[in-house]
Each structure stands twice: as C-alpha cells, then as structure tokens.
C-alpha cells in the first residue's frame, strides 16, 4: 500500500509569488477604500453599476489574498483600512465622469500587473487565481469602456489611413529624428504616445484632487509637483501628435471638485501616487523598446528620469513620516554571519 499511495507534499511560495500577493494586497486594500468613497457619491446608475463590479472584485481579491497568507502562516501586511484611510462624510471630490475614466485606466495597469503575475506564478492555485484576476479585470476594462463610449466620453487614439501593400524599411534614416526631416510617426509608435498620454492625464487630474486635500504641507507640496509634472507630460506628448497634424487628445479636462475636505489619508494617497509612478517608468520602458526613431528615445529616457527622481523623493517622504511598509525579503547572510561573533 505504501508504494501505491500518491506521495503529496507542500510546495512553498516563491519569492516572486510571494511578490505577487503581497503587492497584490497592497493594491486591493488601496482600490477597495479609493472606489469605496466613490461610490457614496456616485449618481450614475450605469457608472453605480461599473464602480460596484470594481468594488466586489477587490474585496474578492482581498479575502482570497487573506486566505493565502493564512496558508502560508505569513503575516497580513497592513494596507489600508476604510475606517483609518478614508473619511466617509468628506464631500466629493471627483465627477462621475472621472469615475469611469479612473476605472477604465487603472484596468490597463492591473491587466498588466496580473498578466506579469501569472506569468511568474509556478504553484497552481496561484496560476489559477491570475488567470481568474485576469479575466475579471478584461471584463471590468470592457464594462467601462463600452458605457463611455455610449456616453461620449471615451477618447480614441488617432486614425490613420489604411496601409495599401507590404512595405520593408529600406534606409536608416528611418531611425533618426533629430536633424533633416523626421519621417511620420508610425502606428506602434503613436498607440504608446496616446497611452502615455492618457494615463498622465489620469495622473494629472488624481493628483490636482488629491493635493486639495492633503493634510501636510510637505505631502501638498509633493503632490502639485507631480500634478505639474505630469501636466507637462501631457503636453509634450500631445505635441508629439499635433506635430503631425494628429488629434493630442488633450481635450479631455474634466477637473475635480472644489473640496479642500480631508478625503483620504496622506498615506495613501502618497502609496496611490508612488503606484502610479512605477506603473508610467514601465510603460515608458516598452514604449522606448517599441520606438525606433531616436527623438522618441530620447525623450522617454529624459521623462523617465523625471519620474524615477520624482518617485524617489516620495519614497523619502513615505519612510519619513513610517508610512513605507517594508515588503518581504531575502536574508541579510552578512548580518547571520556576524550574529554568531
């Protein structure tokens, strides 16, 4: 009997799965007290319905996260907590139509994140629960997407016209972008621009509201230089396309409230903003991979530099005020050997 049985053994978390949950929970426990609030002032029943999806997957997510580190006997890291987070009887802060907007461009980040997830993933509950995070967040990305394009507020990435043949590049100019005439944008090129574009005005608009409401002059302070920041993204990318004679998209402007209510917690809104931060240093690092024309290059080398300085000074202010939770990490082997002199 013993040499028929099936031998079964527990298969520990590797440190990238550990990663994963672990940011996972960060993020979820965020998502659940931002979406939280919008959802006491939303009035749309149609964009009710999207927020309250949004909202049902994170505390799903959370509770399953819960699950895995009670498994694995790992503390729950600390997160955030709506009672400690979020102040439930502030005003507004964001219209409805920003909701939406928020909604459907953190669903490209989280995409991302749970495609990156799964494919580091080698235990099969963890593949599992990204492949179902992954299915979850393209059907929220879609609800989103398809109600603003019924409300008109969804905007397209520019139009160009269809190519007539196969073509191969046949001189390496094609490559330069500084001196002589710059060739045309290319497809690829342009859908990273737009990206780029969208998601720092989805920045800029955050941080504007955000920075309303801070409670700490330094954290204010911190916030209005990320809003400017990221304004100047906007339009450095928009002139990227008008240049062409392209549509910017820049036309998007809904701004938050007049609130200067304390709404969320310093901490948090400093995690959201350093969150955001790591997910624009990424895109620009495909968008730089996918550009062959050097300007392009060059200027995304240029603004990520500006955003990992930016990100960095925040995560000065984060360990300052002990807000930074530290994430799990390997043995410090220096530090074992000198604890047995």
Not at 82 to 111: C, H, S, W
Not at 253 to 258: A, C, G, Q, R
């Amino acid at each position: 009997m013993g040499n028929n049985a099936a031998t079964h053994h527990k298969i520990n978390l590797t440190s990238a799965e550990i990663a994963n949950i672990w940011t996972n929970y960060q993020n979820d426990t965020m998502a659940v007290c931002t979406i939280g609030f919008f959802l006491i002032h939303v009035e749309d029943v149609e964009t009710r319905s999207v927020l309250e999806y949004a909202y049902q997957q994170s505390q799903a997510h959370i509770n399953k996260l819960k699950a895995f580190f009670n498994e694995e006997q790992f503390p729950i890291p600390a997160g955030f907590q709506p009672e400690v987070d979020v102040n439930m009887k502030a005003p507004r802060l964001f219209t409805d139509d920003f909701y939406l907007f928020y909604i459907q461009n953190i669903g490209k980040i989280g995409l991302a994140s749970y495609a990156k997830s799964l494919s580091n993933s080698a235990r099969l509950d963890m593949c599992e629960y990204y492949t179902e995070c992954l299915n979850e967040s393209a059907k929220l990305l879609n609800k989103a997407t398809e109600l603003m394009l019924n409300k008109g507020t969804f905007i397209r990435a520019p139009f160009i016209p269809k190519p007539q043949m196969v073509e191969y590049i046949q001189k390496q100019s094609y490559l330069a972008g500084w001196f002589g005439r710059n060739r045309p944008l290319n497809a690829i090129e342009m859908s990273n621009i737009y990206f780029n574009l969208i998601q720092n005005q989805l920045g800029r608009t955050l941080l504007m509201g955000f920075s309303q409401v801070a409670t700490s002059p330094k954290i204010r302070d911190y916030l209005i230089r990320g809003r400017n920041i990221a304004d100047k993204h906007v339009e450095i990318f928009g002139s990227l396309l008008s240049s062409e004679f392209l549509p910017s998209s820049s036309a998007w402007s809904t701004l938050p409230t007049d609130s200067t209510t304390t709404t969320y917690s310093d901490k948090l809104m400093m995690f959201h903003t350093l969150t955001l931060n790591a997910a624009g240093i990424g895109h620009y690092g495909v968008s730089l991979g996918l550009s062959p024309r050097s300007d392009l290059g060059t200027n995304y080398i240029r603004l990520t530099a500006e955003i990992a300085s930016y990100t960095e000074d925040g995560a000065k202010l984060m360990i300052e005020n002990g807000w930074m939770e530290k994430p799990p990490q390997a043995a410090d082997r220096d530090q074992l050997s000198n604890d047995k002199t």
